[in-house]
């Protein structure tokens, strides 16, 4: 196992946030979500940095993302693992990060515009999936795609609460759940809203 988290954090601090956001650049620098439309925010960069040192990336890592957003997450994921298969439901927003990513310079991200609630099963199973949007429950989907050894992070509760999730695969398929902190994102959309 490789710990990389300093090279993530000295890549983070070099990260704009600002080339991630169509409007209201200006605030890119503040430490709180913003909003980027379509009722979605760009996520606070303490908690960014948080969930991606908190998944363990490694550098063979396979790694699923629900809710590709903004991009800002994905950068952080692309940059220290394998590969990300990345699903976004919100059209503009898909397009939009898709651009972005692509003229950032990354080739190792796969982009599907659909519901991610229920997971991209054609690429299962992942090392890594980060959910970037508040489930009422864990979607089984989910964990169905988890690799052994695997790790996930999801937001589970109501949609003014939920307990930041960190789930592990071990070696029998049983799953171990810690729970991060309190967080709030915007719902998941889909089957587990």
Known sequence: ???????????????????????????AFLDEAIPIGHEQTISQPSLVLEMTLAIDLQPDSKVLEIGTGSGYQTALLAAFSDSV?????????????????????????????????????????YNRIMVTAAAAQVPPELIDQL???????????????????????????????????DVRFVPLKGKYE
Do not use: C
């Open 1 to 27: 196992m490789i710990n990389q988290n300093e090279d993530i954090i000295t890549y983070f601090k070099k990260l704009d946030r600002s080339f991630f956001m169509e409007e209201l650049k200006e605030f």
């Open 147 to 181: 690799a052994i050894g695997g790790k996930m992070i999801i937001p589970v509760g109501t949609p003014l609460l939920q307990e930041l999730l960190l789930l592990k695969k071990d070696e029998d398929g049983e799953i171990r759940t810690t729970v991060l902190e």
């Open 85 to 125: 298969y990345t699903i976004e439901r919100i059209a503009p927003l898909h397009e939009r990060a898709k651009e972005r990513l692509k003229k950032a310079g990354f080739s190792n991200i796969h982009f599907k515009l659909d519901d991610g609630s229920t997971g991209w099963e054609k690429h299962a199973p």
